[in-house]
């Protein structure tokens, strides 16, 4: 139990409630900023606002997936205005505070540098990103599914990287019946490629390749590599999902000017599977406090 911990809970979407249930389950003290329209409020649990909460009580605190925006706004769902995060409130939590948040924005980054605490970005955590990387992949059949005309069965679908997620996606797509071709660079990403059964093509040598026939890409690589020439050998009826983090690495304006249909969907555990994402980050977020508390 980590009755002794005082955590509070800051902003985020539909994913934070399974972790107020998950923490609040095991007995830490847990006070929440951002949420006064949640439907049915957690027993024991009260909504605060920063000058209501004393920092130097504070063990650790937990910030949405997306973290804090360049203008300090954290996303708040629940809220009924905007939640700004209060720097100098934190600066006075504990010096065995932690942060917590999915990612670490520029606006986070500042932050550690100058309180000197502990962040932990909990998607680039293996444990996180693999979990995480099925309902990613479910997700990304669901917009295949929504923004094109034929069966995944028998389509030729194009999947750049073959990392966390992209290695979920493409057995994916193969258990469908897609004939499944993986761009990727490492020499050791194409050999896992080919034992999965897949095309491989080095993305140095993705312009020597006839892409017509092609028609899913799936990017899950974050840097530019669905660029204006590969995209401009796509036919017209191809799909782009891009699933790499903000920006993406897909030349979206090429696509559009190409009549190319381009998706950006970043996030997609939190829209199609949001109970599972949010367990999976509460689980981990329990045993980092345990760890954190001993």
């Not at 955590?7 to 934070?16: E, F, L, W």
């Not at 609040?24 to 003290?29: A, K, L, W, Y």
């Not at 957690?42 to 000058?51: C, I, K, M, Y």
């Not at 009549?259 to 509460?282: E, H, M, Q, R, Y």
Request: aromatic letters at 6%.
């Amino acid at each position: 139990m980590l009755n002794n911990m005082n955590v509070v809970i800051i902003g985020g979407d539909a994913r934070q409630l399974e972790v107020i249930d998950t923490l609040s389950e095991r007995g830490v003290q847990l006070s929440l900023i951002g949420f006064d329209q949640i439907e049915e409020p957690f027993a024991g649990v009260e909504n605060h606002t920063f000058s209501s909460i004393h920092p130097a009580d504070v063990d650790a605190v937990i910030l949405p997936v997306s973290g804090i925006a360049a203008d300090g706004k954290v996303e708040s769902r629940f809220s009924s205005e905007y939640v700004y995060f209060d720097e100098h409130w934190f600066m006075n939590t504990k010096p065995s505070c932690t942060l917590y948040s999915g990612i670490k924005t520029n606006q986070i980054e500042k932050l550690i540098q100058k309180s000197e605490k502990r962040f932990v970005e909990l998607l680039g955590r293996d444990d996180v990103a693999i979990y995480n990387s099925v309902p990613t992949a479910e997700g990304t059949v669901m917009t295949a599914i929504q923004h094109t005309d034929k069966t995944i069965h028998n389509s030729h679908v194009c999947i750049f990287g073959l990392g966390r997620v992209g290695t979920t996606v493409t057995r994916l797509f193969q258990g469908m019946g897609a004939k499944v071709t993986v761009v990727a660079q490492e020499s050791e990403r194409l050999a896992r490629g080919y034992e999965m059964g897949a095309n491989i093509v080095p993305l140095s040598s993705l312009q020597e390749e006839n892409l017509e026939d092609i028609d899913i890409v799936i990017n899950t690589i974050p840097s530019p590599v669905v660029t204006a020439e590969t995209i401009s050998k796509l036919s017209s009826h191809a799909l782009i999902i891009d699933l790499a983090a903000n920006p993406g690495g897909t030349d979206f304006d090429y696509a559009k000017k190409a009549g190319i249909k381009a998706k950006f969907v970043p996030g997609l555990p939190g829209i199609v599977a949001p109970k599972t994402a949010g367990k999976i980050i509460a689980t981990t977020l329990a045993k980092l406090l345990r760890e954190q508390h001993e």
